[in-house]
């Protein structure tokens, strides 16, 4: 486990003009974009024990993180 926050930016770089654009352009994409960056902070604050949660907790933050960017990436890529 590596403990650094997955940025979406960072996750996929190749489509980072395209995030900012959707983001002013696309009002659902940027609330699933608000939300995914909302539970990744909160994934990152778990692994670093700065909040630390119980082990089921964790696991469904790190499943609803996967589906955001699961679908975030559909958007990206349309």
């Known amino acids: 486990m590596t403990h650094v926050p997955h940025e979406l930016a960072e996750e ?9 654009t959707l983001k002013g352009a696309d009002t659902h994409f940027s609330r699933l974009y608000d939300e995914y960056h909302a539970i990744n902070r909160a994934v990152h604050r778990a692994e670093t ?7 089921l907790s964790e696991v469904s933050l790190r499943k609803r ?5 699961d679908e975030l990436y559909a958007m990206l890529t349309e």
């Open 12 to 20: 996929f770089p190749s489509h980072a003009d395209r995030i900012h």
């Open 49 to 55: 024990n700065i909040e630390p949660l119980d082990a």
């Open 65 to 69: 993180r996967a589906s955001l960017k």
